[in-house]
C-alpha cells in the first residue's frame, strides 16, 4: 500500500510541484488549500505525513498543526517563507517535526519526507528494551520518555536526537554527525539548534550541553 502524504498549501505553483515530485516517488498525494480543509483532509484521509505551509487563510499553519496532533499524532513537515526563530520554535512546539525555510529544493524537501515516514514510529533494531541516563528513561519500542516523574510529548525528531544522544551520555556529538543520523541527509548543522532548545523546554534546560563550534552532549547525572 503506498504511503499517503496530504499537502496543505495555498501557493497553487508550490504545491503542485511538490505533488508531483512526491507522486513520481511513489507516495499518493491529497491538496489542500486552506487551514479549514486541511484539517478537515486530515481527519478523513488519516494521511501517514503531512506537508503543511505556515502561512495559510481560514487557520494558519500552527493552528492547523494543533488540531491534526490533537485527533492523532502524525509526522509534519513545515514550509515557511520566514526564517525568524520565534517562528521555528512556536512550529516545534505545537507538533511539527521537521521544516524547510522557501525557497527550498523540492529534491531536499523529498529526501526529508522519506527520512520523517522512516523514523515515525520504528525502533532501531536490536533496540534494547530501555534506556536510562540519570532521572531519564527512554523506551525505544514504545517511543516514550519520562524524566523525574514526567511524560512530555515529543515529536519523532526530538525522540530520535534525544535516544541518539542518550546512546553516548556525556560524549560531544557534533551537529553534522546528530543530522546524518537522525534525519538520514546531509543538510545545515544549525537544523539540530532548534530542535535542542525544544526538547530543553519539554524535559529541563539541565539535560543537554551545548559544546560550542562543535555540538552537544547529554548530561550523564
Not at 523540492?106 to 532521572?135: C, F, M, S, T, Y
Not at 546531509?186 to 530543553?200: F, M, N, W, Y
Amino acid at each position: 500500500m503506498r504511503r499517503k502524504v496530504l499537502i496543505v498549501e495555498d501557493e497553487r505553483t508550490i504545491a503542485d510541484s511538490v505533488a508531483a515530485r512526491l507522486r513520481a516517488e511513489g507516495f499518493a498525494v491529497e491538496l489542500a488549500h486552506d487551514g479549514p480543509a486541511g484539517v478537515a483532509a486530515a481527519e478523513a484521509g488519516e494521511p501517514d505525513l503531512v506537508v503543511l505551509d505556515l502561512m495559510l487563510p481560514g487557520y494558519d499553519g500552527l493552528e492547523v498543526c494543533r488540531r491534526i496532533q490533537a485527533r492523532r499524532p502524525v509526522p509534519v513537515l513545515m514550509l515557511t517563507a520566514r526564517a525568524d526563530e520565534n517562528d521555528l520554535l512556536v512550529g516545534l512546539a505545537v507538533g511539527a517535526d521537521d521544516y524547510l525555510t522557501k525557497p527550498f529544493s523540492i529534491r531536499e524537501l523529498a529526501a526529508r519526507v522519506h527520512a520523517l515516514l522512516r523514523r515515525a514510529g520504528h525502533a532501531a533494531p536490536n533496540e534494547p528494551d530501555r534506556i536510562v541516563v540519570g532521572d531519564l528513561e527512554i523506551d525505544p519500542v514504545r517511543r516514550r520518555v519520562r524524566r523525574a516523574g514526567t511524560e512530555p510529548h515529543l515529536t519523532p525528531i526530538e525522540f530520535d536526537l534525544l535516544t541518539t544522544l542518550a546512546r553516548r551520555p556525556d560524549a560531544v556529538i557534533s551537529r553534522e554527525e546528530l543530522v546524518a543520523r537522525v534525519w538520514g541527509w546531509e543538510g545545515p548543522p544549525r537544523t539540530v539548534d532548534s530542535h535542542v532548545k525544544a526538547l530543553r523546554r519539554k524535559l529541563g534546560a539541565d539535560l543537554i550541553r551545548t559544546v560550542h563550534g562543535v555540538g552537544y552532549a547529554l548530561e550523564a547525572k
